[in-house]
């Protein structure tokens, strides 16, 4: 799942540039103007770098993160056909995880700076998984909606113009069609089923549906900052627009099952977008700066898994190995 | 072709898979490196895989439905052997049973590849390649950290002397196993055993670890029968939590 | 400790204050490119990386994390730190005058001469 750039509103457009040989950067925004790819050894600006390296980052984190709550639910999915599915889902997130670290690296961070940076809370990661998922229904809800608004996100940026970004993008994405689908049947199964089932979903849907509204963050200042990162492909579409997309494609989908969303005021406008109540955007600040019901869960569980791991990576590191960042 | 004999060879190898399987799945998310996490989720998925096509069997036997055969028994209606249901403890341990528990299954497949019970006999042949990367797996670790480093040997090695008296219980005697071996259907425990032995043997020498003295062998039995450690209770009940939630419910 | 909704979290019995020692450098291994065929027939292509401590364990890993949905037959891992590569920044080695119709089978043009031989006769 689940990325998403984290932009610093303070970070001025002006400085960005400063320092910029002028005819590299010419030749580097031609080039991605053409239409062509940033490969890791190119020349790119300091910020492209800096930028990159924060979302994709911050990316991997939300994959290794967003194995947790789904995961509260791995030892009880119901049926083989679930529990078979649900661990390949996890799974997945987690190879998600390994993927998207793989391109950071590329950039010059290594796994382990990552990681440290994940488990002392230097570094964020999608705001969602600091909730819980009390009930199957909310793992059920998490790889429907959840997923849907990573894919929206993913396909937006696959078409970003750092080559191994896009090519891990290109390879997720391909799973995120089965994780969404996973995701749909489980929902669909719920809403359709027995009452008690039917009651699990609504509650669960309510529940998340304002972290699933916070999901594509606030609306984006118009700024020559994000102008920037939007001409570097770095950023490729606004939040808001992201917002409408997802809720263009899922509210139906939603009511179909006649399903209710805790919002009077959503409803498509005469301009064919979606009307809806403002996020309490105060309540995503206090989430993000760790005051989420799970954060400090979230995080402790990752140290945990880190060091019950640690004899394992020590014995098996050899002297003579040696750090390079990966090629590609 | 005697179905009760064939039921209890069923029930306990689809028990062990399903167990095995769970426990291991417990790693998911969690393991010691992202790369691992995902080889042992796989492997993990390849047991619970496994488990169901017996249970299937089991069902074309008369049995009830794989889902309700798995999700709504008690603990001492399981017949797995007691090793499968131990806690993860860590990854030592976790993989040492993994080690164990997949040598055998190979070697039980593998025998059972030439079954009179053909339906059988094609499953064991269709899981082969899955059997031979688990074992790849298996032995690839237990070698590297049995000679690593002194931790990670001390470790493996307390891991191996742990779990021993456990994994000799997997070869427990079921009551109609001279019926299955009379009739082709499977070679019985003990020529499983000592394949079993011959071949953990040579991977265990080469790791540098050892095998706990004969003197001090004392299998661990009654998982086959239903008999369990107090941790298998938990498991099934968690297992089954949700399916239990509503037994109508198709989900 | 923490309490979770996840049994697995609360059999770990987790301290929610469980600071621990950074990771060291290489604590994640060094990275092994693996390459995969899909089938028989078939170039190997790279498809990604893993962090291995050797290269078994690469092969082991890159089965798995690039080879689970049977889309391979077979895979290479090579040590990233062992792979030569050009520089992107050289990429012009790879521009050549285009004036070398000799190795092109469009620069042989043979029937102008039969023809004009046949006419001849
Ligand atoms: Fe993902
Ligand atoms: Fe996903």
Redesign the interface.
Known sequence: MYGNAYIDPNDKAAMMLAGEDPQKLAEFEARIARGEKIEPKDWMPKEYRKQLIRMIEQHGHSEIIGALPEGTWITRAPGFRRKLALMAKVQDEVGHAQLLYSAAETLGKSREAMINDLITGKSKYSNVFNYPAYTWADACIIAWLIDAGAIINQVANAKGSYGPYCRALDRICTEESFHLKYGHDNVVTLATGTPKQRELVQAALTRWWPPIMHFFGPSDKISNHTEVLMRWKVKMATNDDMRQQFLNMYVPKIWDLGLTLPDPNLKKNDAGKWDYTEPDWEEFKRVINGGGPCNAERLAVRRNAEERGRWVREALNTAESKYIAPLA | MNTEAIKELLYKMADDLLIIGHRNSEWTGLGPILEEDISFSSMAQDKIGQSQALYVLLHELGEQEPDTVAFTRNANQFHNAQLLELPNGEYDFSLIRHFLYDHADQLRFEALANSSYEPLAKVARKVKGELKYHVFHANTWVTKLGSANAESHARMQAALNHAWNYALGMFEHSTHEDILIAENIFIGEDSLQDKWLSNISAVLLKAGLSIPSSDTWNPVLGGRKGLHTEHLGPLVEEMSEVFRYDPTAEW | M?I??????N??A???????E??????????Y?VFHQKRRGDQHM?V???????A??AL??G???FG?RGLSVNIWVVK??D?F?T???DSDIFETVPEKQYREAGGYKVMDKINKYKKGL
């Open positions: 923490i979770s909704l996840d049994p697995r979290v059999r770990a987790i301290e929610a204050d469980n600071n621990i950074p990771l060291k450098d290489l604590d994640q291994w060094e990275t490119e790279h990604g990386i893993v962090h291995a401590p050797n078994e364990m082991i890993f089965k798995e994390q689970r990233t730190s792979v590569t520089e992107y920044d």
